[in-house]
Structure formats: structure tokens, C-alpha cells
């Protein structure tokens, strides 16, 4: 009984793997979910062949199509993706995508020897020949990456490279709408107000370009944010003066630091001569006086 | 009678108590609260310098130049997690100075060895010994920090308590203990080695020399001169200050119209130069009223102006609009080469379309008769160091600063990549890539990061 069954499945599988030699018109492309098509239904087959697959042979990749595939791939010691990619195609013996021919000009080999050069792995002219020298990069970087070393730029290797079809893909959303810079001139414009208001309009600039030269030395935090609420550095910080809402000329000295505007050419301290109560800070170089403060090194 | 006093008398004390106690146990839930961040902020800095110390010891037995890198970036984001939590605990800045120091040099120096061992080149002695000394300080480091720790959990110390002047227990114990430590540090941190390497904080950045020549000038010819800057109307100067102990040591000057003489609140202020009598900065903080040119106008206004005042080679590189002030970006250029450190800054009232801002202090300090070599890669060959998916447009040479303040000749291609625009620079000497930033065209005008 037992040896029937044996002979049985051997049978099976050497008609199976036979049968796979003659189907040699598939397209090689990606199943997922949702595809359909002969490549499909030979899919299915397959799985139903090895008993991982219950459902119809209907070409239609639906959700017992799924289940079988993460299964086999378990089983298979493959990335469990729901994919059928080449890897898969390999591991279930179906023929996987055509592959270039060596001495064929092709844009693809031209990208893929880009690559590699930039990477390191080819040192060769990027002309899209496939040459020796980009066998020998090819497959140096299957090596590296845990592919199969066939030296075949496939869709796995492509992935790998980096150089898929699409690589801006829906998802990526432009920049412009992500960035601004107004969160800086809004927290700057309202330490310069707490800090600074009723000072001459310079005044004002100066005590933002302070700040701002505070985030650029190493003795301070690195961050505006960082820099203006630093425990006991800014009186205004200090008592809430910082929350009060900052006029245009606080906005506009802000903007000004921001470009580049620095009175004080480097300062990273100021104080009110007739309030300053410590003594270190009279240890600092001043550099100028604007209204009240003094500026300082 | 009398009683009816007392009773009323008695409810508001209760009254009050109660609101005192309230208030009291609101108190101290908000102390509580920030005694929580201190201590974790504490004991953060701490492990973060532990692992710094780690780290550091680890490069020396590391043999690749990939796992340096790794180490170096680890050591890199710990510097800069330990300086942020240490300048959020409630410590004068002066007793921390050298040590945040430090640490942005310990992270900045990092990030530039690492730089180094991706471009092939192996850690030198003088390197090795330089990380084996600030091993060491990052040691002493943390055993300040260590024992300051085991002094407050001996002691049931809160750091919260330690900044509360007058606090009786800590009389007795040590009131300035988190000071005295960290002052302790400070002393042994004025001896680490100084750090000269290709970084913002690179101890050779504060000493660099203004490349800014001339005679010296007067006070008097310093007015004379910033009279005459604007030339829309005649104005009278006068000097309100003196600028020294920095790069461009000049005068500063405020400008009044001739006309009104009785006014003294000055919009326009300015600084000369005392070295050579150049316009270092002006700003003109007049009201700017509706716009009545256009940007095109406002560019060409300002570009006549830079020619006008001696800087002909000026081009714009970009602009930006808020208010009704056009500022625009020049970069002196030669030979076809755009030379991005010398800039001039230049903003322009688009009401009535006279020059409302200057800046010359980056072209002032940085301008200077150059050798300027020929690229030793071609234009081609740059761009094939440009990722296969971004479509660069036809490349320009500029000369570029690197963050440590060396200048870089390069090729600049602008980058499309799906919407965004970027700006990809190339050595074009070596062939690596320099920089990448990315341009974005908002309302405002267009921004580069």
C-alpha cells in the first residue's frame, strides 16, 4: 500500500516537472492578488498538484490563491510575500522571466552597469553591452545580496539594484507641501518680541541673530527650538513674555536673521547693562551696544 | 451676634484650608511632574555618554572602514541625544559650556571621520591617539555623572529642589552639588585637545582670517561713505556705535533724509567697514506699501545697484518675497564658474522699488583672487555619478563650502525627481558626491535646504 502511494507521487511529479518543460509560453511577469490569466491558472494547478491549494482552476488570484501561496512559500523557505515572483516561479518550476542574452544592447544592462558602478562592483564603460566585466559585476552583486548568482539581471536583481520599472511611485508626494519655514520665523519672531520689544528695530535683528548663532556654536543646542528654551538662558522664556503674540516688526527682524542679517557679526550673548546681575558676563568681549543691550562673544 | 461671627469666621478658614491644600497638591503634582523629565532627562545623558565611551573604545578594534562608519553614526546621534538632554536640565549654561562643547565636537568630528572612511582613507595615528584622548574625557565624564547620581539617590536629592535656592536640607548636604559637579567637569574639559578637522565645529572655523583688505578709515569717512550708499535721496549720517572684537571689526551708522531733520527715530541703519570703508550690512525698516513692480523689475533694480557699487559679476541665484520685500541672492562669479561663497544679499521695496536691504558680509569676508583650477573629470562623467532615475539637467561649475569652511569646485546639476526639484552637486575632481539639496518653489519664492 505504501509503496503504491510512493510510486503514485513520483509518477505524478515526474509528469509534472515534464509537462513544465512544454509550457514554455508563459509570461514571466508578477502575480498578486487580483491577477488573472493562464499564468495564474497554471499557478493554481501547481499548488493543487502538491495539495496546498483546495479551490477552482479559474485563472483568478482571490483570496484561497493567497492562502496557498503564503503556505507553500512557508513551507519553501521563501520571503512570504503573497507574490508570485520569480523566486516562487522557481521553487513551484516554472520558467521565470526572459532574460538578456550576452552581447545585446539594452537599456536595462545600461541602467544596471550605472548602478554597479556607483556602487562599486563594476568598473567597466556603461555602454549596455553585456560583457564579461558586467557578468562578472553581476554576479559579485548577487553574491553580496543574498541572490541567486546566475549573473541574469531578473526582476529579483532588479529590485535589489533598485532600478524596478516605476520607481517614483504614487505614493511619493511632492516636497513643497511638507516643508515650510514658518514654524522658525513664528518661535524666532516670538522670542525677539518677549525679548526685545521697544528696542530699535536693529536691536531686535540682533537679539534673532544671537539666537541663531547660539544654534550654530557647539556650546549651545543645535535646534532653534532647542536654543530659545534652554533653562534660564532667556528671561522671557523664563517668565511666559515668550507667549505673548509678536508684532510685524518682530516678525520682520526674524525674517531678516533668517537671511542672513547679523548686526552683531557673531555674537552669542547680550545683556541690559542696568539689570544684568551676573558677574561672568561682564567676562565676554562685547562687541557693539544696540538701545539697551550689549552684545557679546 | 458673636456667634454668628465665629461660625462665619470658622467656614472661611475652612474654606481656605481646603483651597490651600488644593493648591498645594496641584503644586506638587506640577513638581513632581517636572522632577520626572529632570530625572529622565539625567538619567538619559548619562547612559547616552556611557555608550559614547563605548563606542569610542570600540573604533579602536575595529578593523573595516564600514563598521567605523557605524560606529562613528552611532556615536554621532548619542552626542547629539546626550547635548540636547543636558540643555534641557535646569543648569546655568555657563557651568555646562565645555562640556556641550564637547559633545557637539566629539558627534561634528564623527560625522567628519566617518565622511573620511567612505572615501577610502583609513584613520591616521594622530586620529587614533586624538579619539583615545577624547575616550578618555568622555570617562571622566561619566563618572562625574555617575557619582553625582549616587549622591542624589544617597541623599534623596531632587533635582528639581537642587535649583530652589534657600531649600534648608540642602544647606546641609551640598546645595550647589549638581553645579559643583558639573564644575568639576568644566575644569577638567578646558584641557581636551582641540579639534581641527573639516566640520562646522571645527576649532579652525573661529579663527579663520577675513580675506577683507584696505586702509584703515575714520569715523568721519566711515559717515561720508554711508551718506552716499543710497542714492534715491540725500541723507545725513551718524555714528551710533562701534563694532569690535569680531571678523569685520566697522562702524555702525544711522541714516536720516536731509529733509526732516527734526525726526530722530532712523529706519535706516547700516555698518562700515573699518578695514577698507565696504558697506558691511544696511537695513531700511521703512513701511513697504502695495507692490508696483514685478519680481523681473525688482531683480533687475538690484542687479544695476550691485554693478553701480562695485560688484559687477553678480548673479542672482535665488529669490524670495514676504511683506513686499523682494530678497534676492547673488554669487559673485568668474570665468563661467559660480563661486557661492561670496554672496551678497540684496532686498529691493517692491512699492517704490529702492533698495530696502544688503548684506556683504559672506562676499567681504570670503572674496579674494582665486586659482581656479580646471575640473579633472568631464562633464559626462559626472553625470553618470547621478542616480539612473533622476533626470539631471545640463551641469554648471560652482564652487561650494563644505561645512568645515573649505571650498569644493564642483559640478552642479539641477535633479528632477517626480514633482521635486533638487540640486545635486558632484566634485569635479574626484567624482563623489557632495552635496544634495532640495529646492522648493513655495508662494513666497524659492527655498533651498
Given at each position: 500500500?505504501?509503496?503504491t502511494?510512493?510510486?503514485?507521487?513520483?509518477?505524478?511529479?515526474?509528469?509534472?516537472?515534464?509537462?513544465?518543460?512544454?509550457?514554455?509560453?508563459?509570461?514571466?511577469?508578477?502575480?498578486?492578488?487580483?491577477?488573472?490569466?493562464?499564468?495564474v491558472?497554471e499557478?493554481?494547478?501547481?499548488l493543487?498538484?502538491?495539495?496546498?491549494?483546495?479551490?477552482?482552476?479559474?485563472?483568478?488570484?482571490?483570496a484561497?490563491?493567497y492562502?496557498?501561496?503564503i503556505?507553500?512559500?512557508?513551507k519553501?523557505?521563501?520571503?512570504v510575500?503573497?507574490i508570485?515572483?520569480?523566486?516562487?516561479?522557481?521553487?513551484?518550476?516554472?520558467?521565470t522571466?526572459?532574460?538578456?542574452?550576452?552581447g545585446?544592447?539594452d537599456?536595462?544592462v545600461?541602467?544596471?552597469?550605472?548602478?554597479?558602478?556607483?556602487?562599486?562592483?563594476y568598473?567597466?564603460?556603461?555602454?549596455g553591452?553585456?560583457?564579461?566585466?558586467?557578468?562578472?559585476?553581476?554576479?559579485?552583486f548577487?553574491?553580496?545580496?543574498?541572490?541567486?548568482?546566475?549573473?541574469?539581471?531578473?526582476?529579483?536583481t532588479?529590485?535589489?539594484?533598485?532600478?524596478?520599472?516605476?520607481?517614483?511611485?504614487?505614493?511619493?508626494?511632492?516636497?513643497?507641501?511638507?516643508?515650510?519655514?514658518?514654524?522658525?520665523?513664528?518661535l524666532?519672531?516670538?522670542?525677539?518680541?518677549?525679548?526685545?520689544?521697544?528696542?530699535?528695530?536693529?536691536?531686535?535683528v540682533?537679539?534673532a541673530?544671537?539666537?541663531?548663532?547660539?544654534?550654530?556654536?557647539?556650546s549651545?543646542p543645535?535646534?532653534?527650538?532647542?536654543v530659545?528654551?534652554?533653562?534660564r538662558?532667556?528671561?522671557?522664556?523664563?517668565?511666559g513674555q515668550?507667549?505673548?503674540?509678536?508684532?510685524?516688526?518682530?516678525?520682520?527682524?526674524?525674517?531678516?536673521?533668517?537671511n542672513?542679517?547679523?548686526p552683531?557679526g557673531?555674537a552669542?550673548?547680550y545683556?541690559?547693562?542696568?539689570t544684568?546681575?551676573?558677574?561672568?558676563?561682564?567676562?565676554?568681549?562685547?562687541?557693539?551696544?544696540i538701545?539697551?543691550?550689549?552684545?557679546a562673544? | 451676634?458673636?456667634?454668628?461671627l465665629?461660625?462665619?469666621?470658622?467656614?472661611?478658614?475652612?474654606g481656605?484650608?481646603?483651597?490651600?491644600?488644593?493648591q498645594?497638591?496641584?503644586?506638587?503634582?506640577y513638581?513632581l511632574?517636572?522632577?520626572?523629565?529632570?530625572?529622565?532627562?539625567?538619567?538619559?545623558?548619562?547612559?547616552?555618554?556611557?555608550?559614547?565611551q563605548v563606542?569610542?573604545?570600540?573604533?579602536?578594534v575595529?578593523?573595516?572602514?564600514?563598521?567605523?562608519?557605524?560606529?562613528?553614526?552611532?556615536?554621532r546621534?548619542l552626542c547629539?541625544?546626550?547635548?540636547?538632554k543636558?540643555?534641557?536640565?535646569?543648569?546655568?549654561h555657563?557651568?555646562v559650556s565645555?562640556?556641550?562643547?564637547?559633545?557637539?565636537?566629539v558627534?561634528d568630528y564623527?560625522?567628519?571621520?566617518?565622511?573620511?572612511?567612505?572615501?577610502?582613507?583609513?584613520?591616521?595615528?594622530?586620529?587614533?591617539k586624538?579619539?583615545q584622548?577624547?575616550?578618555?574625557y568622555?570617562?571622566?565624564?561619566?563618572?562625574q555623572?555617575i557619582?553625582?547620581?549616587?549622591?542624589?539617590?544617597?541623599?534623596?536629592?531632587?533635582?528639581g529642589?537642587?535649583?530652589?535656592?534657600?531649600n534648608?536640607r540642602l544647606?546641609?548636604?551640598?546645595q550647589?552639588?549638581?553645579?559643583?559637579?558639573?564644575?568639576?567637569?568644566?575644569?577638567?574639559m578646558?584641557k581636551?585637545?582641540?579639534?581641527?578637522?573639516?566640520?562646522?565645529f571645527s576649532?579652525?572655523?573661529e579663527?579663520?582670517?577675513?580675506?577683507?583688505?584696505?586702509?584703515n578709515?575714520?569715523?568721519?569717512?566711515?559717515?561720508?561713505i554711508a551718506?552716499?550708499?543710497?542714492?534715491?535721496?540725500?541723507?545725513?549720517?551718524?555714528?551710533?556705535?562701534?563694532?569690535?572684537?569680531?571678523?569685520?571689526?566697522?562702524?555702525?551708522?544711522?541714516?536720516?533724509?536731509?529733509?526732516d531733520?527734526?525726526?530722530?527715530?532712523?529706519?535706516?541703519?547700516m555698518?562700515?567697514?573699518k578695514?577698507?570703508?565696504?558697506?558691511?550690512?544696511?537695513l531700511?525698516n521703512?513701511e513697504?506699501?502695495?507692490?508696483?513692480?514685478?519680481?523681473?523689475?525688482?531683480?533687475?533694480?538690484?542687479?544695476?545697484?550691485?554693478?553701480?557699487?562695485?560688484y559687477?559679476?553678480?548673479?542672482?541665484?535665488?529669490?524670495?518675497?514676504?511683506?513686499?520685500?523682494?530678497?534676492i541672492?547673488?554669487?559673485?562669479?568668474?570665468?563661467?564658474?559660480?563661486?557661492?561663497?561670496?554672496?551678497?544679499?540684496?532686498?529691493?521695496?517692491?512699492?517704490?522699488?529702492?533698495i530696502?536691504?544688503?548684506?556683504?558680509a559672506?562676499?567681504?569676508?570670503?572674496?579674494?583672487?582665486?586659482?581656479?583650477?580646471?575640473?579633472?573629470?568631464?562633464?559626462?562623467?559626472?553625470?553618470?555619478?547621478?542616480?539612473?532615475?533622476?533626470?539631471?539637467s545640463?551641469?554648471?561649475?560652482?564652487?561650494i563650502?563644505?561645512?568645515g569652511?573649505?571650498?569644493?569646485?564642483?559640478?552642479?546639476?539641477?535633479v528632477?525627481?517626480?514633482?521635486?526639484?533638487?540640486l545635486?552637486y558632484?566634485?569635479?575632481?574626484?567624482?563623489?558626491?557632495?552635496k544634495?539639496?532640495?529646492?522648493?518653489?513655495?508662494?513666497?519664492?524659492?527655498?533651498?535646504?
Amino acid at each position: 500500500m505504501k509503496k503504491t502511494k510512493f510510486i503514485v507521487s513520483i509518477t505524478l511529479i515526474t509528469v509534472m516537472l515534464m509537462s513544465i518543460i512544454f509550457i514554455d509560453s508563459i509570461d514571466a511577469q508578477n502575480l498578486y492578488w487580483g491577477s488573472r490569466g493562464s499564468e495564474v491558472s497554471e499557478v493554481q494547478r501547481k499548488l493543487k498538484q502538491w495539495g496546498y491549494y483546495t479551490g477552482g482552476i479559474d485563472g483568478v488570484y482571490g483570496a484561497k490563491t493567497y492562502q496557498a501561496i503564503i503556505r507553500f512559500q512557508r513551507k519553501n523557505g521563501l520571503k512570504v510575500d503573497g507574490i508570485v515572483g520569480n523566486q516562487t516561479k522557481r521553487a513551484m518550476g516554472l520558467p521565470t522571466t526572459t532574460t538578456q542574452k550576452a552581447g545585446v544592447f539594452d537599456r536595462i544592462v545600461q541602467i544596471a552597469q550605472q548602478k554597479l558602478k556607483q556602487w562599486g562592483y563594476y568598473d567597466g564603460a556603461v555602454d549596455g553591452i553585456y560583457g564579461s566585466r558586467t557578468y562578472d559585476a553581476v554576479t559579485s552583486f548577487q553574491r553580496k545580496n543574498g541572490l541567486r548568482v546566475d549573473g541574469i539581471i531578473g526582476s529579483e536583481t532588479r529590485r535589489a539594484l533598485g532600478i524596478s520599472e516605476n520607481i517614483v511611485s504614487a505614493a511619493y508626494s511632492s516636497t513643497n507641501r511638507g516643508v515650510s519655514r514658518s514654524g522658525d520665523v513664528q518661535l524666532l519672531a516670538m522670542a525677539v518680541h518677549g525679548e526685545a520689544r521697544g528696542e530699535p528695530y536693529v536691536g531686535q535683528v540682533a537679539v534673532a541673530a544671537v539666537i541663531l548663532n547660539r544654534v550654530k556654536h557647539p556650546s549651545f543646542p543645535n535646534t532653534i527650538a532647542g536654543v530659545i528654551y534652554q533653562p534660564r538662558a532667556f528671561t522671557a522664556v523664563d517668565d511666559g513674555q515668550i507667549y505673548l503674540t509678536p508684532n510685524d516688526s518682530a516678525y520682520r527682524a526674524a525674517r531678516d536673521a533668517l537671511n542672513g542679517w547679523d548686526p552683531t557679526g557673531g555674537a552669542i550673548y547680550y545683556w541690559n547693562p542696568a539689570t544684568a546681575t551676573s558677574k561672568w558676563i561682564w567676562t565676554r568681549k562685547p562687541i557693539l551696544r544696540i538701545g539697551k543691550h550689549v552684545f557679546a562673544k | 451676634m458673636k456667634k454668628r461671627l465665629w461660625i462665619l469666621l470658622s467656614i472661611a478658614l475652612l474654606g481656605m484650608g481646603i483651597w490651600g491644600f488644593d493648591q498645594y497638591r496641584k503644586n506638587m503634582q506640577y513638581h513632581l511632574y517636572l522632577e520626572n523629565q529632570f530625572q529622565r532627562m539625567f538619567y538619559d545623558l548619562l547612559v547616552d555618554i556611557e555608550n559614547v565611551q563605548v563606542n569610542l573604545a570600540k573604533l579602536m578594534v575595529s578593523g573595516t572602514p564600514k563598521q567605523n562608519v557605524m560606529t562613528f553614526s552611532e556615536i554621532r546621534s548619542l552626542c547629539y541625544d546626550a547635548q540636547e538632554k543636558l540643555s534641557q536640565l535646569p543648569i546655568d549654561h555657563t557651568n555646562v559650556s565645555k562640556t556641550q562643547k564637547f559633545l557637539s565636537q566629539v558627534g561634528d568630528y564623527s560625522m567628519a571621520l566617518s565622511r573620511k572612511n567612505l572615501e577610502g582613507k583609513p584613520l591616521s595615528t594622530e586620529e587614533m591617539k586624538t579619539l583615545q584622548e577624547l575616550h578618555r574625557y568622555s570617562n571622566i565624564l561619566s563618572q562625574q555623572l555617575i557619582s553625582l547620581q549616587k549622591e542624589m539617590a544617597q541623599n534623596g536629592i531632587k533635582i528639581g529642589e537642587l535649583v530652589q535656592k534657600g531649600n534648608k536640607r540642602l544647606r546641609k548636604a551640598n546645595q550647589n552639588m549638581l553645579t559643583t559637579n558639573f564644575l568639576n567637569v568644566e575644569e577638567k574639559m578646558q584641557k581636551y585637545p582641540k579639534l581641527i578637522y573639516d566640520g562646522p565645529f571645527s576649532e579652525h572655523i573661529e579663527q579663520q582670517k577675513t580675506n577683507l583688505q584696505g586702509k584703515n578709515i575714520t569715523s568721519q569717512q566711515a559717515q561720508k561713505i554711508a551718506a552716499s550708499f543710497l542714492e534715491d535721496q540725500k541723507y545725513r549720517a551718524e555714528e551710533i556705535g562701534e563694532i569690535q572684537n569680531n571678523r569685520i571689526p566697522g562702524y555702525l551708522i544711522a541714516l536720516n533724509p536731509v529733509q526732516d531733520r527734526e525726526r530722530n527715530h532712523s529706519e535706516i541703519s547700516m555698518a562700515v567697514s573699518k578695514k577698507g570703508g565696504k558697506i558691511i550690512w544696511m537695513l531700511n525698516n521703512r513701511e513697504i506699501g502695495k507692490a508696483k513692480i514685478s519680481e523681473e523689475q525688482g531683480i533687475e533694480i538690484a542687479k544695476k545697484f550691485l554693478k553701480k557699487k562695485g560688484y559687477p559679476n553678480m548673479l542672482p541665484t535665488y529669490f524670495e518675497k514676504n511683506d513686499g520685500q523682494l530678497l534676492i541672492n547673488f554669487a559673485y562669479q568668474e570665468d563661467g564658474i559660480i563661486i557661492y561663497t561670496d554672496l551678497i544679499k540684496v532686498k529691493v521695496g517692491l512699492d517704490k522699488g529702492d533698495i530696502v536691504g544688503f548684506e556683504a558680509a559672506g562676499y567681504l569676508h570670503n572674496h579674494r583672487a582665486r586659482n581656479l583650477d580646471l575640473p579633472k573629470i568631464s562633464e559626462e562623467e559626472a553625470q553618470k555619478r547621478i542616480n539612473v532615475f533622476a533626470e539631471p539637467s545640463k551641469p554648471r561649475l560652482a564652487i561650494i563650502p563644505t561645512e568645515g569652511g573649505k571650498e569644493v569646485l564642483c559640478y552642479e546639476f539641477k535633479v528632477q525627481f517626480g514633482q521635486d526639484i533638487f540640486l545635486v552637486y558632484i566634485d569635479a575632481n574626484s567624482g563623489e558626491e557632495q552635496k544634495i539639496l532640495q529646492v522648493l518653489i513655495q508662494g513666497e519664492g524659492i527655498l533651498v535646504i
